[in-house]
């Protein structure tokens, strides 16, 4: 079993920068695969990026490539967000999530393909 624990999240103006944190236990992490999707109100939760085990690939989604970074801190056990020039359309719940199956650039890409997820945190982001 893994338990995700995001934090990090909060009100920002546009153009600012926030990092978000997933703390991970129940499992080291270098044996999952880890994501952050958002879920804005009204909408279905979408991808952000994805990371794989050692850190080697990454994927994003188009709307944040450039923007975004996610990296991981194995002997932490920890992932990040790093979230850069934000938006209003950024607003949303961001979730973490873990998947221990190989790492795949698409399969990953996909929010049912996630074993375990954190509980969100809210990011704002004003105009």
């Known amino acids: 079993q893994v338990q995700l624990v995001e934090s990090g999240g909060g009100l920002v103006q546009a153009g600012g920068s926030l990092r978000l944190s997933c703390a991970v236990s129940?499992?080291?992490?270098?044996?999952?695969?880890m994501g952050w999707f958002r879920q804005a109100p009204g909408k279905e939760r979408e991808f952000v990026a994805v990371i794989s085990r050692s850190g080697a690939s990454t994927n994003y989604d188009v709307s944040v490539k450039d923007r975004f970074t996610i990296s991981r801190d194995n002997a932490k056990n920890t992932v990040y967000l790093q979230m850069n020039s934000l938006k209003p359309e950024d607003t949303a719940v961001y979730f973490c999530?873990?998947?221990?199956?190989?790492?795949?650039?698409?399969?990953?890409?996909?929010?049912?393909?996630?074993?375990?997820w954190g509980q969100g945190t809210q990011v704002t982001v004003s105009s």
């Open positions: 129940g499992r080291t992490s270098t044996s999952v695969i």
């Open positions: 999530a873990a998947d221990g199956r190989a790492y795949s650039r698409a399969y990953h890409s996909r929010s049912q393909n996630y074993d375990y």
